[in-house]
């Protein structure tokens, strides 16, 4: 079993004790600026477990997400050739790469997109800094781009219970990619109402 692997598995178990609730803010505040695994992974066997707090948890962890953009953030700003040679050793280059591209095209709607994208949300968070992108802009595209995704989670929770955690074991990275292209595809018609 690979490191991650361990590591997802170990995140199950502990979305499962009392101190659950306190797991998934510090799970969803470290992967928005440095950790590996998303809050998706503890978020929805809690839901399921705990169907009255559905909203809460969503909640909780859209703002410890956006806090820990912040994080993030702050890291580009002021901090980015400290991490540069980690995100080399992660292999996460060519991905960041493309988050400053994404940057140079979309702006705003690079990190609302990044909310739903299988791209580590980090990486956006951490070009976004390294851009110099309006802070208060920032925060607003975090909270819409990272609260429709954990919020959506929920509502998918809500409408199919235990079945959707086995769907999105095997199918999150379409489920995100299928969400990046319906966000797309709106932004799309919106640039060409306003340019066409």
């Not at 659950?20 to 505040?29: E, K, R």
């Not at 909203?55 to 980015?80: H, M, P």
């Not at 989670?153 to 079945?163: E, T």
Request: charged share 10%; aromatic share 18%.
């Amino acid at each position: 079993m690979s490191f991650l692997a361990r590591i997802y598995e170990k995140i199950l178990v502990l979305s499962k004790t009392s101190r659950a609730t306190y797991y998934l803010v510090i799970l969803s505040f470290s992967e928005s600026s440095f950790f590996p695994i998303p809050p998706d992974v503890m978020l929805a066997p809690m839901c399921i477990a705990q169907p009255k707090r559905i909203w809460i948890l969503a909640f909780y962890t859209t703002t410890a997400s956006v806090l820990g953009g912040l994080l993030g953030y702050f890291i580009g700003v002021y901090g980015f050739s400290i991490v540069e040679p980690m995100l080399m050793t992660a292999g996460y280059m060519d991905k960041y790469d493309l988050a400053l591209q994404w940057f140079n095209r979309w702006g705003f709607w690079a990190i609302l997109v990044a909310g739903f994208s299988p791209i580590p949300y980090k990486l956006f968070t951490i070009a976004a800094g390294v851009v110099s992108m309006a802070l208060p802009a920032f925060i607003l595209a975090s909270f819409v781009g990272r609260g429709l995704r954990f919020f959506l989670l929920g509502a998918l929770v809500k409408l199919f219970g235990n079945k959707i955690d086995s769907f999105l074991k095997r199918h999150i990275n379409v489920v995100g990619w299928a969400s990046v292209f319906i966000l797309l595809a709106f932004i799309g018609v919106d640039f060409f109402n306003q340019y066409g």
